[in-house]
């Protein structure tokens, strides 16, 4: 386990180092490509260093790595908001850049690799994932995760929470399977009207072509997800830069294992089977908001 910076360092390193053996050049040819000693490149290579956006961008010139895609995904893991320049890649950091001074960088770590990620597979077992969570709602967890915050905190982090809900939309939207257990949905977080207002949003986001819901009733009983929730980013075409996300009230850990992404991979599957089906799951969710 380890934390995001260090994970992203190692995974940029790796991508790389496998994009520098696609242009058939050693790391001291690299270096001199670039103008560096071999031992930056090695440094890099290896996630013992981080790396600024403009030498990622020097590096995909010299392999002659124009893909936008790819190298906009390499800038989401050069740093929270950082783009690689070049074709493509955009003029602009990204939108989270904004907070860098007022959000754990943990924080920040998770919402780069959100923005860059082609899935989230997640499960929860207290509260609504934030990507579907209404205003009111965020606002009710915050406050409740922070104990006795500034209002304006709150508000913050609420803007926040919605901003990041963009990646739901546009062109190539991410694609969200959720299993929820039934507890996520009997909480009355914010009261009951609060909670109504998100039931009803949950059944309306589950509407969307990119957006499945799973709900673990109680009657399912004890299943593999019990131990806590957690995220499992993928990526698009490089399966290498997948993660799993375990959420901890002060930190995030960060697995990046193959053996890690299987395990999880493989109970994520076994939870989703397991769960109600994403259409008995919106009939499941509107139900109980009707008092059923």
């Keep these: ?39 930056k490149v090695s440094r890099i290579e290896t ?13 995909l010139d010299a392999y002659g790595v124009t893909d936008p895609e790819l190298r906009a995904l390499l800038g989401a893991l050069c740093g929270a908001g950082s783009p690689v320049p070049g074709e493509g890649a955009g003029a602009r950091r990204g939108w989270w850049y904004a907070y860098r001074d007022r959000l754990p960088p943990a924080y ?19 509260v609504v994932p934030g990507l579907l969570q209404t205003p009111a709602y965020a606002r009710a967890v915050t406050r409740a995760a922070l104990g006795d915050p500034a209002p304006e905190q709150v508000e913050e982090l609420v ?12 062109e190539r939207p991410l694609e969200v399977c959720a ?73 995030s850990l960060y697995l990046e294992r193959k053996e890690d992404l299987r395990a999880y991979g493989a109970a994520f599957t076994t939870l989703r089977e397991h769960a109600l089906s994403h259409e008995n799951s919106l009939e499941f969710i509107a139900g109980i908001n009707d008092g059923a």
């Design 1 to 39: 386990m380890r934390y995001g910076p260090a994970v992203r360092r190692r995974k940029l390193g790796a991508e790389l180092r496998r994009q520098r053996e696609l242009a058939g050049l050693t790391s001291l040819e690299a270096a001199r490509a670039v103008g560096w000693h071999q031992s």
């Design 47 to 59: 996630g013992a260093s981080g790396v600024k956006p403009a030498d990622v961008a020097r590096l």
């Design 108 to 126: 920040l770590d998770f919402i780069s690799l959100e923005s860059e990620a082609s899935r989230l597979s997640t499960l929860e077992t207290t």
């Design 159 to 170: 803007r926040v929470r919605m901003a990041r809900q963009a990646v739901l939309r546009g």
């Design 179 to 251: 299993v929820l257990d039934e507890a996520v949905l009997r909480h009355e977080v914010g009261g009951p009207e609060v909670m109504a207002g998100q039931l009803r949003h949950l059944v309306e986001t589950g509407s969307l072509r990119h957006v499945r819901l799973h709900v673990l009733p109680f009657s399912s009983g004890g299943h593999i997800g019990i131990t806590g929730p957690f995220v499992i980013f993928s990526f698009p075409r490089i399966a290498d830069l997948d993660v799993v996300v375990l959420d901890h009230l002060t930190s």
